[in-house]
């Protein structure tokens, strides 16, 4: 089987939409007969193909048709980038399926308008008005969101028709929940939906094999402190502001607690944020964007990960945590509560309730025995449900049923 697979985040991944094209891809690609190309941009000045394949053992064929960085416009050149080149590499590969990575991104938007002589799938992660929705939510001031986010709010009405019509176009939509599957029935998708949870790779984030979690974090050795993580992008949606002013209230409270935060993004809105709430520099660290490889030592050695977002589907950075026993506070948006049973293998706590995000850490520092049981339960839904071969499986199942 040829795939094309049009990824305009791929690797290294910025965010959830990243990881998961790398995890689909690499267990994919270990099935014999599975051929797959993989269409996305050169990113960085360090980027280097040949090295990328080698990380996929070389099972791969990466196509880089256009460039990238963390901007609203670099998606337009990309999808432009294929609408010129595309069906010359079809006409010489003739791929048995195209799966578009992204249905905000929509990749291949330009194809759409003509006949297409290949089956097609998108994973359908978010709409583009759910997404505005969750930037709306959690930041009101235009001038202080990142540029992405206000890139699409500023074209949400072309894209929110544009979207339409490239649903109008797929045939095959994957979801990654229940939820957002009903979402997309109720907002009149007429082609066949396949929920296929996401996977994260277990034998990367795996408790028991990362022995020695300080040996890629030496700083937080000697930090005898309840260590609290927020792992993800630095925008508004993720609630940034929220994680910010809980480090301020639980500092005022004198808490013996050290804050994490890794991430790219809007670094600028993020350090304005710790200024105004006079954040100490000894009271946190900031680690910047944190290599998939060694998150799962960062995601050990913290004690509490908190996900205050406004919006999600499918958390892959909950996943991760859960994966290594770092107990899990996230807010009730999107599918959360398909990974998270509230007090059960986790907490849930009310979007945007800073109150009850700081009675859900209290409580866990408070009792460690609850902590602990928490964390471990978490670690075992991940490791029997949701991991990146069970993902893989699904996802061949459905594409074989496509070509038939």
């Not at 360090?46 to 070389?58: C, Q, R, S, T, V």
Request: net charge positive.
């Amino acid at each position: 089987m040829k795939i094309a697979y049009l990824a305009p985040e791929f690797y290294p991944p910025w965010g959830g939409v990243g990881t998961y094209s790398v995890n689909l891809v690499k267990e994919l690609s270990k099935f014999r007969n599975m051929d797959i190309h993989v269409f996305t941009p050169e990113r960085g000045k360090d980027y280097n193909k040949k090295d990328i394949e080698k990380f996929f053992g070389n099972r791969i064929t990466i196509h880089n048709i256009s460039k990238a960085n963390d901007t609203f416009m670099y998606n337009f050149y990309f999808q432009y980038a294929l609408l010129k080149k595309f069906k010359e590499y079809y006409r010489k590969h003739k791929y048995d399926l195209v799966h578009s990575a992204n249905l905000v991104h929509m990749p291949d938007i330009f194809l759409k308008f003509g006949k297409q002589p290949y089956p097609s799938v998108v994973t359908g992660h978010t709409t583009i008005r759910g997404q505005v929705a969750g930037f709306l939510q959690s930041n009101k001031n235009f001038f202080k969101m990142a540029p992405s986010e206000k890139g699409s709010i500023v074209l949400y009405p072309l894209i929110n028709q544009l979207e339409k019509i490239y649903l109008k176009n797929t045939p095959n939509l994957i979801s990654p929940s229940k939820k957002f599957a009903k979402i997309f029935k109720e907002k009149g998708y007429k082609g066949r939906i396949e929920v296929i949870n996401y996977g994260i790779d277990t034998d990367l984030f795996n408790y028991k094999k990362i022995r020695n979690p300080y040996e890629k974090f030496p700083q937080f050795k000697n930090i005898d402190k309840t260590k609290i993580l927020y792992a993800g992008r630095l925008i508004s949606q993720k609630g940034i502001d929220i994680f910010v002013r809980l480090m301020h209230e639980l500092i005022e409270e004198k808490r013996n607690v050290h804050f994490i935060i890794a991430g790219q993004g809007d670094e600028k809105n993020l350090f304005r944020l710790i200024r105004d709430y006079n954040i100490p520099k000894e009271s946190y660290t900031f680690l910047g964007f944190v290599q998939n490889h060694d998150l799962p030592g960062l995601y050990k050695l913290s004690d509490i990960f908190v996900l205050p977002s406004y919006y999600e589907n499918f958390p892959i950075s909950l996943m991760e945590a859960m994966s290594m026993r770092c107990v899990c506070i996230a807010t009730d948006v999107g599918a959360v509560t398909e990974l998270i049973e509230d007090s059960r293998n986790g907490i849930v706590a009310e979007a945007g309730d800073l109150l009850s995000i700081k009675r859900s850490i209290y409580k866990l520092i408070d009792n460690t025995t609850l902590r602990i049981r928490l964390a471990k339960k978490g670690e075992n839904k991940i490791k029997k449900e949701l991991t990146n071969k069970q993902m893989a499986h699904k996802t061949k199942k459905f594409y074989n049923e496509m070509i038939k």
